[in-house]
């Protein structure tokens, strides 16, 4: 008697976990094209973050303060090992360093105005300083990076602060990207570079090659500001707990901490998504560094790299950071990835033009392109005209201004007065994976991986 074939039906259509619809994509666009891809934003991968810890609230064994008559500190005090001027602000959330020619003039101005009015500061990224961010800042971090494009002395006397950039967490060992289409005239003559040429940024610093040197640098840039500007140095998440410990050794007064969830105007793929660690990850060792060396409250610690809400804030704190730094956050409150753009007092769909780049709301992250339909990461005479610095910074304070209320809810529910008085003992993780990177127990538990039972 002849059998017939079987097939089983739910076996037919199985997707390969190795081969899945995205791998497949990818290895038939290499073959095509033979090019890796180039995109802006971070990871889209899911890895361990700070949803993977909560906190323990003050109930019997210690109380909570009253919501809205018992104060809550959010003074931050920035920079205190050498220099004279220490960075004084109101929260500790600050804008982190994004440049104009990723970001147009129009947006650099609305950070400045949005940081002036919540008391904070915001940074000036790669390509140098505008007079309308300067302007529109109280409290301005210059950023020296391994490209050297726009720097400047005088300018650099004009800050507030300066922010040595070693590596970002989207890209660590890998130089910025500024592709042709948004290098404009203005762009072009800041960075003394050819109009609508790629422009690719060295990815180390051609003034030294180690801590040694690093210091001499630092030193020169004391200095050429008399001693009076704090000096940051800013290093990609990686092998964090050496390269805290050399920075600090190379003088520095606060060192910021970037994990993989750092965004980037453009880089490769592959680097976005493969190289680095995890801001969760990052942020102990970094700690552990400055324990380490006895520096902890004598070295300020910034952690960027994924932090979106209050209760991200406050759980860096909790960990250790002194304050942190926000990028991509800052760009979804001024409307990246929205529906519409607000313009001449109406709102107008912006739909069409992320079809036209082959997205959607919600997925863009052509950032590279200078296309942006809502007008904020383009030097597109037309679309920057998009968004107003006015509009942009009405919706960037209501942001930020949300986040440090998350923040000071959660101090007082865990009885703190202050909300630098966050301690790792206020939290616990829900995942083993978590508690391993946070040195925190697991929920239930007094076990912290690795530390034994």
């Not at 666009?29 to 700070?50: C, S, V």
């Not at 019997?60 to 003074?75: A, D, H, Q, V």
């Not at 902890?296 to 209050?310: A, E, N, Y």
């Not at 950032?367 to 030097?379: A, D, E, L, N, S």
Request: net charge neutral.
């Amino acid at each position: 008697m002849e059998t017939k074939p079987v097939h089983f039906k739910n076996l037919s259509r199985e997707e390969s976990y190795g081969y899945d619809r995205k791998t497949l994509d990818y290895i038939r666009n290499a073959a095509a094209h033979g090019l890796y891809e180039i995109r802006g934003m971070g990871a889209k991968r899911k890895l361990p973050n700070f949803d993977d810890l909560v906190f323990l609230g003050a109930s019997m064994s210690r109380y909570p303060l009253e919501g809205y008559r018992e104060k809550c500190i959010t003074k931050t005090l920035l920079g205190t090992r050498f220099a004279k001027k220490p960075i004084e602000l109101d929260i500790p959330i600050t804008i982190a360093g994004m440049s104009f020619g990723a970001l147009s003039a129009n947006v650099k101005e609305s950070l400045g105005l949005a940081a002036t009015a919540l008391g904070t500061s915001t940074t000036t990224g790669d390509g140098g300083m505008t007079q309308e961010e300067r302007r529109s800042s109280k409290t301005l971090i210059y950023q020296c990076l391994p490209s050297r494009y726009g720097f400047n002395p005088d300018d650099l006397r004009k800050a507030d602060a300066i922010e040595v950039v070693i590596g970002q967490g989207a890209k660590p060992g890998g130089g910025g990207m500024l592709l042709g289409q948004k290098v404009n005239p203005r762009v072009a003559k800041m960075r003394t570079l050819p109009e609508g040429v790629d422009q690719r940024s060295a990815c180390r610093h051609p003034d030294w090659t180690g801590p040694d040197d690093l210091a001499i640098k630092i030193q020169e840039l004391r200095e050429i500001t008399d001693w009076e500007k704090p000096i940051y140095v800013k290093v990609g998440a990686t092998r964090t707990f050496n390269d805290v410990k050399l920075a600090v050794h190379s003088g520095a007064d606060v060192v910021v901490v970037d994990g993989m969830q750092g965004g980037t105007a453009a880089t490769q793929t592959c680097f976005i998504e493969h190289v680095g660690i995890p801001t969760l990850a990052a942020v102990r060792q970094a700690v552990n560094a400055l324990e380490d060396l006895d520096m902890k409250g004598k070295v300020q610690l910034i952690v960027s790299g994924g932090i979106r809400t209050g209760a991200d804030v406050a759980k860096a704190l909790a960990m250790g950071a002194d304050a942190v730094a926000i990028g991509q956050g800052v760009l979804v409150a001024l409307g990246c990835n929205g529906e519409t753009y607000f313009q001449n007092g109406a709102h107008h769909d912006a739909i069409a033009d992320y079809n036209a780049l082959g997205t959607a709301p919600g997925f863009c992250h052509h950032c590279h392109t200078g296309k942006c339909p809502v007008g904020i990461t383009t030097q597109d005479a037309i679309l920057e005209q998009r968004l107003s610095p006015e509009v942009g910074a009405k919706h960037l304070k209501n942001y930020i201004k949300t986040l440090n209320m998350e923040l000071t809810t959660i101090a007082r529910a865990c009885g703190k007065q202050n909300v630098h008085h966050l301690e790792p003992e206020d939290l616990v993780a829900l995942t083993i994976e978590a508690a391993a990177m946070a040195g925190v127990p697991l929920a239930g538990t007094n076990w912290i991986p690795g530390q034994g039972f």
